[in-house]
């Protein structure tokens, strides 16, 4: 049974927010104005903002719910993060858990991410500044669900690291890179000390939803203020949690097999 529309929590998928992304990104971002509109129609939907902590406490029965929940997360790091980004939130008064790639945020350190404009590992601090809560995206950015379990806890138990070496307390929540995930990687990030764990599935989440693998709305350029609008109105998407469809479950199959003959490599 679905969730019903007032059960409905959407929790936003945001990457860049510029006017100029590099190719490889420029599918999954937003320009400054279109960003602006959007946040302005979430406030005026009355939803209550939460941060991802919050969701996993009401999820885990430890809180309450707030009426109409709503939660804005960000990918990756980029560089308008702790800038305008940042700024656009704060202003709003919007709370928001940012996910942070260690490895492409820090000086010397890689990850699979194409190159593009990014913060610093840095200025972590500054985001928290800004009332957001920061969670792990792993070191490199693979696909987890193709690794081997060592090289899971790897990407998993050295992102975590560096950030609470940086923030100066423990990080708690985690997103896996592309959405991609399995049993096999839900049980690693609990595991490693994760509380919660973000996936994307193109859904709405729920008082249902599972905590390691909540669903996510991922905004690309083309969503436009009527989108979320109505994900606001717990409209415009399914509602999890919901098994996985045979062509998810196909797909990681095969991204398994070209895995094993490539090695890691960005999804996109």
């Known amino acids: 049974m679905s969730a019903p529309l007032h059960a409905r929590i959407p929790v936003l998928l945001y990457h860049a927010v510029t006017d100029d992304p590099p190719d ?6 937003v320009t400054p104005k279109e ?13 209550t903002p939460i941060r991802i902590g919050t969701l996993v406490d009401c999820l885990a029965g430890r809180v309450p719910l707030p009426p109409r929940p709503v939660v804005l997360t960000f990918d990756d790091g980029f ?11 704060a202003a709003r008064d919007l709370p928001a858990t940012a996910y942070l790639t260690t490895g492409a945020i820090t000086p010397g350190r890689a990850s699979l991410l194409p190159p593009a404009p ?16 920061v969670g792990g995206h792993t070191v490199t950015h693979p696909q987890l669900d193709t690794l081997s379990a060592a090289a899971v806890r790897r990407e998993l138990r050295e992102s975590k ?31 490693a000390g994760y509380r919660s764990a ?19 709305l991922i905004v690309r350029r083309t969503h436009t203020v009527a989108d979320v609008t109505a994900w606001m109105a717990g409209q415009g998407a399914k509602a999890a949690p919901y098994p996985d469809s045979l062509p998810t479950v196909g797909w990681r199959l095969y991204r398994r097999a070209r895995a094993a003959l ?5 999804a996109g």
């Open 118 to 133: 990014m913060m610093a590992l840095g200025q972590a601090p500054l985001l928290e500044q800004y009332g957001m809560e």
């Open 79 to 89: 560089a308008d993060l702790p800038g305008p980004t940042a700024e656009a939130l």
């Open 161 to 191: 690291a560096a950030l609470e070496d940086e923030l100066g307390h423990e990080v708690l929540h985690l997103a896996y890179p592309h959405g991609y995930n399995s049993r096999a990687v839900r049980r690693a990030a609990l595991a």
């Open 262 to 266: 490539r090695g890691p490599e960005f």
């Open 35 to 47: 960003f602006a509109a959007q946040l302005d129609a979430i406030v005026d939907s009355g939803r």
């Open 198 to 216: 973000v996936a994307v599935r193109h859904a709405l989440s729920s008082e249902r939803d599972e905590a390691y693998r909540i669903a996510r």
């Open 24 to 29: 490889w990104i420029a599918e999954f971002t």
